[in-house]
């Protein structure tokens, strides 16, 4: 990097962190995931029980972040952990990782879903998806680089209004609808659970649970820029999977209670309650609350995935100019514009084969999990290395807690495999071409 760029400042405050926790968590999979958990569950009671372990487990890891943001604060979030506590090799293939696929494709994943609701209303002809994900990047991509206050503000207002659409739901589901109506479960039979739970289809139950979940750990890469970090990176980690974990709760029990079980496992459940409760045309309130999500979650991504990207090139030779600060605007400004051309180009896949898009994001998912995994362990690594290193949080329980991170890692490594089968290999094929790219940045180091 060079000599006279700037550092991140302390721009955020813990309503703006809280917001970035609740605004990546709650995004377009509340709306889909339900109804695959009720697919693979037998009752209300067992469905309930998968989302208090999913917020229990998600407690866990966020004690463990706590610790590690709190005494290692940096942009690069986890592929600075891995680094301190790993080393160079691994953080550096992370990094790659990350930057190719994993947050770009997720961008561009969230922006095809805003483009589908946007053309149901206002198509833009044969490729109108496509055209709206990529003016929603773009759009995004713009409103982070005019400067990080107006992402903030942004990110709030979703934030609270995806909140707000949330709790409707919950007031139309425990409230206004009519539970006589719902439909029995009976009348479907518990599919994939044989008339009783197997603990098979709780364990997928889990997975889309915990994936409903997912996100929370992108605080880590803003932890540099909050204010008061001792104390708010712990509380805005803390109240943001509370509140998470609460909405989802009500979000599932208000759906379960309108439409039984047997009415969930339609991925028309959402519709079927505003539908039953406010009449037919609202249906396009459901569509409005699926594009506040959306948006919610890919401004949090575009805001943190440029962030490890400037990591990178402060780090490395390899593409040094991501390593520029904007201190004006405090964004970095090149690594945001990089970003949006690896989406834009992802983008361009995804219109000529949509579902393949989908299939590589997916199958980066052992990918993710295996680094999220090494990221639980360098919270070890960290303590023995650096043990008078000031920890304004510690993990409590040490090491039961991290030991119980790092095994639910391991549960969700082993069944992202499984669910993406051959398709793993995707995540071996970048991790490769990391492993390269490390090659070309090491001969660069002795040139």
Not at 106 to 135: C, D, K, N, Y
Request: proline residues 4%.
């Amino acid at each position: 990097m060079e000599s006279g760029a700037q550092q991140p400042g302390k721009t955020f405050s813990i309503y703006d962190s809280v917001a970035v926790v609740v605004g990546i968590v709650i995004g377009a999979g509340i709306f889909q995931f339900p109804t695959l958990i009720a697919m693979n569950v037998a009752s209300g009671a067992w469905m309930a029980l998968a989302w208090v372990l999913g917020g229990l487990i998600s407690f866990v890891g966020v004690l463990c972040y706590a610790e590690l943001a709190c005494a290692h604060p940096d942009a690069g979030g986890d592929y600075h952990f891995l680094s301190r506590g790993l080393g160079e090799k691994i953080a550096f293939v992370f990094a790659w990782t990350r930057m190719t696929i994993i947050q770009p494709g997720s961008i561009a994943m969230m922006a095809f879903v805003v483009g589908q609701e946007l053309t149901r209303h206002l198509p833009l002809g044969a490729h109108s998806e496509a055209l709206w994900a990529a003016i929603t990047v773009l759009a995004l991509t713009g409103l982070n680089l005019a400067g990080v206050r107006h992402s903030n503000t942004a990110q709030k207002t979703l934030t609270v209004a995806i909140l707000g659409g949330l709790l409707a739901v919950f007031v139309l589901g425990a409230v206004v609808a009519d539970p006589a109506s719902a439909p029995s479960a009976a009348a479907g039979a518990d599919a994939g659970a044989g008339g009783g739970q197997t603990m098979a289809g709780f364990g997928m139950a889990m997975v889309f649970v915990l994936l409903t979940f997912g996100g929370w750990n992108e605080a880590a890469y803003i932890s540099a820029e909050i204010r008061n970090p001792e104390r708010n990176i712990v509380r805005s980690l803390l109240a943001g999977i509370t509140v998470v974990t609460v909405v989802y709760l009500l979000v599932n029990f208000a759906l379960h209670r309108a439409l039984g079980l047997h009415g969930m496992r339609s991925f028309s459940a959402y519709h079927d309650l505003v539908g039953g409760t406010l009449g037919p045309g609202f249906g396009v309130a459901v569509s409005a609350l699926i594009l506040v999500a959306a948006l919610s979650t890919a401004n949090v991504t575009v805001a943190t995935g440029a962030r490890s990207n400037y990591a990178f090139g402060r780090d490395y030779r390899l593409l040094p100019f991501l390593g520029r600060w904007d201190g004006g605007r405090g964004v970095p400004g090149v690594a945001l514009g990089f970003q949006a051309v690896v989406a834009l180009l992802l983008i361009l896949l995804g219109a000529a084969y949509q579902k393949g898009l989908k299939a590589m994001v997916d199958y980066t998912s052992p990918a993710f999990w295996f680094f999220f995994l090494l990221t639980g362990l360098s919270l070890f690594a960290l303590r023995r290395r650096d043990p008078d290193r000031a920890r304004p949080f510690r993990v409590p329980l040490y090491p039961v807690t991290p030991i119980l991170f790092v095994l639910f890692c391991a549960f969700m490594l082993r069944n992202s495999v499984l669910y993406t089968g051959r398709g793993a290999w995707v995540s071996l094929a970048v991790m490769a071409t990391g492993a390269l790219a490390l090659v070309v940045e090491r001969m660069l180091k002795k040139s």
